[in-house]
């Protein structure tokens, strides 16, 4: 069964940083295409950037310049750096496959506030 587990959330005011880890087992992860969604209250999950197995990524125009998706094959670990954090940011963030993810981990919560 897979499992993963987010990490890295925080208060952290406009403007700040934060790094997310996401640390998966139970599947082959080096030939999965991983994401990192969130989803904010009251709205529906939402990608926020995917990367293939070779690395190659894909950003959503809202975090585009600010967040940068990674990942370590031999850790089955997805990383999400995000710099410039603004209110809107704030949100619950989880992992998973794309385009067809499995069971949903806790996620962690990030909140953007001054």
């Known amino acids: 069964q897979v499992q993963l587990v987010e990490s890295g959330g925080g208060l952290v005011q406009p403007g700040g940083s934060l790094r997310l880890s996401c640390a998966t087992s139970?599947?082959?992860?080096?030939?999965?295409?991983m994401g990192w969604y969130r989803q904010a209250p009251g709205k529906q999950r939402e990608l926020v950037a995917r990367i293939t197995p070779g690395g190659s990524t894909i950003h959503a125009d809202s975090v585009k310049g600010r967040f940068t998706i990674s990942r370590v094959n031999a850790k089955s670990t997805v990383y999400l750096q995000m710099n410039s954090l603004k209110p809107e940011d704030t949100a619950v963030y989880y992992c998973?496959?794309?385009?067809?993810?499995?069971?949903w981990g806790q996620g962690t919560q990030v909140t953007v506030s001054s």
């Open positions: 139970g599947s082959d992860f080096r030939i999965n295409i």
């Open positions: 998973n496959a794309w385009p067809k993810p499995g069971s």
